[in-house]
Every structure is written in structure tokens, then in C-alpha cells.
């Protein structure tokens, strides 16, 4: 990730939010979860994907409201978020 981001953010940010959406489509427990949110945060470090992780929050916090633990983990993204701003 470190020597794309320079050149090629868009396709970056475009390939890690549709992996990101993958897995959170395709999994239940909370290692993922946390791996959800890790790489979230690493997207944060590439100018421009600020309004994609914004999307992704927003968008698992409404789709995957009843899954307790994926919500949880989310936090930290909301919580780097906010440290940015």
C-alpha cells in the first residue's frame, strides 16, 4: 500500500473498499471484524479515502446494525475519524 498510494490512490481506495465490503458481506466473527477496521484506518493514511471510510461506516453501521461485535470494532474507526478532523 505504501508505494501505490502515491500513484495510484483512486484504484487503491476503489480495490480495498470493495475488499472491505467483501468481508464484511461474507463474515460473522469478530477476528474479522477487527481486520475490517484495521484496514479502514489504513485507508485513512491515502489522501481522498477519508469520504470512502466515511461511506463504509456509514453504510455497515446501518446494513449490519444487529451484529453486536462488528459494531463494536467499528468504533475505532470512528474514533480515528474523528482524531483526523
Do not use: C, P, W
Amino acid at each position: 500500500m505504501d508505494v501505490l498510494k502515491d500513484q495510484y490512490s483512486d484504484r487503491l481506495i476503489t480495490a480495498m473498499a470493495k475488499d472491505i465490503d467483501e468481508m464484511a458481506l461474507r463474515t460473522s466473527n469478530r477476528y474479522t471484524y477487527r481486520s475490517i477496521a484495521y484496514h479502514m484506518n489504513r485507508m485513512l493514511a491515502i489522501d481522498g479515502a477519508k469520504d470512502t471510510v466515511i461511506s463504509l461506516l456509514s453504510k455497515f453501521r446501518s446494513k449490519y446494525r444487529n451484529r453486536r461485535a462488528m459494531q463494536d470494532e467499528l468504533k475505532a474507526v470512528e474514533i480515528a475519524l474523528s482524531e483526523q478532523a
